[in-house]
């Protein structure tokens, strides 16, 4: 993917619906350029093609959402891989924020990650840390693992810190997820008792999903960026969490 295309998306994603026309004046490139980007992406799973215009997928593809507020889920990221010491074993859910710390925790020798997402351990083939990916039963469009055999092996295997993903909160439900297979997977490793770290942005925050996440007690921090509003902080602080605010705009 080439930088404009990667704008495209982003415009895409962040807009829901944008024209070819609105496209080609945004990048200054013709409309049979755009229209040739458009049959790129959409050929690889990023983006949906109509007449006239481009559309998101409703898609777990990792790749694709880690491209949703890019730069503002990497110094999220920057910043919970300053939080890992050499020597340390962590677990590692699923999601575009934990995939963009393993792929920064990559450059570690020392580390060791522990994780149930296949495209994780993908990224990090070539990575100075070790990897253990754990077995389960393959979620495709998410390339994760679940079930009951994921759940026995995070019984198995011991880390001292965990940065999972949400996709809610709410002060009356605490953390949610919208898949109930993978939001087990959370719960287990929650059972473990380590330092279970909130990595995500804060768009999350505001929106309630079907399935619980552990208890505000087994949680101990939050990470998430400076959009956050200064009401839900407090509230989160309020239910014994830390919070760490990063900015939404300046690298670390």
């Not at 080439?2 to 026309?21: A, E, H, M, P, Y």
């Amino acid at each position: 993917m080439n930088s404009r295309q990667q704008i495209i998306l982003q415009t895409v994603i962040d807009k829901g619906r944008v024209s070819v026309s609105d496209l080609a004046k945004m990048t200054g490139v013709s409309e049979v350029t755009i229209r040739q980007d458009l049959n790129t992406l959409e050929k690889q799973s990023y983006l949906r093609r109509t007449h006239g215009f481009a559309v998101p997928l409703d898609s777990e593809d990792v790749e694709t959402r880690m491209m949703n507020n890019y730069s503002v889920k990497r110094n999220l990221a920057d910043y919970a891989a300053s939080l890992v010491s050499e020597g340390e074993t962590i677990f590692i859910e699923n999601g575009s924020c934990n995939a963009l710390l393993a792929r920064r925790l990559g450059e570690q020798r020392g580390v060791t990650i522990i994780t149930v997402s296949s495209y994780i351990a993908h990224l990090l083939k070539d990575a100075l840390c070790d990897v253990i990916l754990l077995g389960g039963i393959y979620q495709k469009k998410s390339e994760s693992v679940v079930g009951p055999l994921t759940r026995q092996y995070v019984q198995q295997v011991h880390f001292s810190k965990a940065f999972v993903g949400i996709d809610g909160w709410l002060p009356a439900t605490g953390f949610t997820g919208r898949d109930m297979m993978r939001s087990d997977v959370v719960n287990a490793v929650l059972e473990k008792g380590c330092e279970a770290i909130v990595l995500t942005d804060s768009s999350k925050f505001g929106a309630v999903h079907p399935y619980t996440l552990g208890t505000g007690m087994q949680f101990n921090r939050v990470i998430t960026d400076s959009r956050l509003p200064a009401e839900t902080r407090h509230q989160l602080q309020q239910s014994g969490l830390a919070v760490d605010i990063v900015s939404s705009t300046d690298p670390l």
